[in-house]
């Protein structure tokens, strides 16, 4: 599977992902497919979105202490519904639609997700630190939510200013 990563401001990033409803051997190529391409990029989570397919998956690896993503640490979650959302926690958030820009973002500390797996069973987790922060920027991917639209209006218009330079010397090097 040839997959791109779509970068900001692409308006595809802006639709809203629906439900995954087969369970079947395309979703396993899409999943196998997203994998890879989050590894290679240094990513720590994507979703299905970011790779221009409108459907609810994510794929996530967070790092071990070691700073290593081993492919028994890749959570693959389907159809995520979050709940039980408590505390408050700030970290310097990217992502890989938005390359070479990182900022301060205020989450929830603790969450609570049912979600399924690719094999259509239903499964529970709980999340705190760095997954709990990874799962949250995933899931307002699903809803067309990006990071940078929870800045403040004159961090985001420095935001803009910022990133269409750096778009613009991108094109002058390619
Ligand atoms: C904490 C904060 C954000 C998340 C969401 C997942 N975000 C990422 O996985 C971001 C990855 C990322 C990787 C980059 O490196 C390359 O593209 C090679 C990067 O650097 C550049 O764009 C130059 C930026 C972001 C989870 C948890
Ligand atoms: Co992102």
Redesign the pocket.
């Known amino acids: 599977m040839n997959l791109k ?1 779509v970068e900001y401001p692409d308006k595809k990033l802006r639709e809203t992902s629906v439900k995954v409803e087969k369970f079947d051997d395309n979703l396993h190529q899409l999943l196998d497919a997203m994998n890879p391409i ?1 590894i ?7 979703a299905a979105i970011q790779v221009g397919i409108a459907k609810e998956i994510l794929v ?1 690896n ?1 790092p071990d202490e070691e700073g290593e993503q081993p492919p028994e640490n890749l959570l693959e979650i389907i159809n995520p519904v979050l709940s039980d959302m408590k505390g408050e926690t700030t ?6 639609s ?5 900022e301060d ?1 205020n989450r929830f500390e603790f969450i609570s997700v049912n979600y399924q797996d690719r094999d259509g069973n239903t499964q529970y987790l709980e999340a705190d630190g ?2 709990s ?3 949250q ?2 899931y307002d991917h699903l809803k067309g939510i990006l ?1 940078i639209d929870k800045l403040t209006s004159s961090r985001r218009r420095k935001f803009e200013k910022e990133y269409k330079k750096m778009l613009k010397e991108k094109k002058k090097t390619n």
Do not use: W
Not at 91 to 96: F, P, S, V
């Open positions: 990563i989050m290679n990029t240094n990513g720590i989570g994507l996530l967070i970290y310097q958030e990217g992502c890989l938005v390359p070479s820009f990182y973002i760095l997954l922060i990874a799962i920027h995933e990071f």
